[in-house]
Nanobody, 124 residues
Framework: QVQLVESGGGLVQAGTSLRLSCAASSVTFNSYTMGWFRQAPGKEREFVAY????????YYADSVKGRFTISRDNAKNTIYLQMISLKAEDTAVYYC?????????????????WGQGTQVTVSS
């Protein structure tokens, strides 16, 4: 069972950038589809981005497309979420998640392992 630990969150001003990292413990990390999700205060958790196990396929929510980039380094068992042009509405707890045995997916139920989350707060 893979374990995930996110880092890189913080308090930033609108218009700036931040990079989140998610370190995985499993030696079979490169067989997992990985995703980022977020949950804003008072809202449901929502999909942000996913990346296939090879890194060759990525997909983004419309709200972050063109501003966020997901990537992975299988040699380091780590995925990243580069966020630029941050907006106040990006404020949320960001979670990374792993899905094994399924193709790239936006469905939360397909992800069977979750990190503890990292807080991103964007001040306007």
């Amino acid at each position: 069972q893979v374990q995930l630990v996110e880092s890189g969150g913080g308090l930033v001003q609108a218009g700036t950038s931040l990079r989140l990292s998610c370190a995985a413990s499993s030696v079979t990390f490169n067989s997992y589809t990985m995703g980022w999700f977020r949950q804003a205060p008072g809202k449901e958790r929502e999909f942000v981005a996913y990346i296939s196990w090879t890194g060759g396929r990525t997909y983004y929510a419309d709200s972050v497309k063109g501003r966020f980039t997901i990537s992975r380094d299988n040699a380091k068992n780590t995925i990243y979420l580069q966020m630029i042009s941050l907006k106040a509405e990006d404020t949320a707890v960001y979670y990374c998640a792993a899905a094994r045995g399924v193709g790239p997916t936006t469905e939360q139920d397909d992800y069977d392992t979750w990190g503890q989350g990292t807080q991103v707060t964007v001040s306007s």
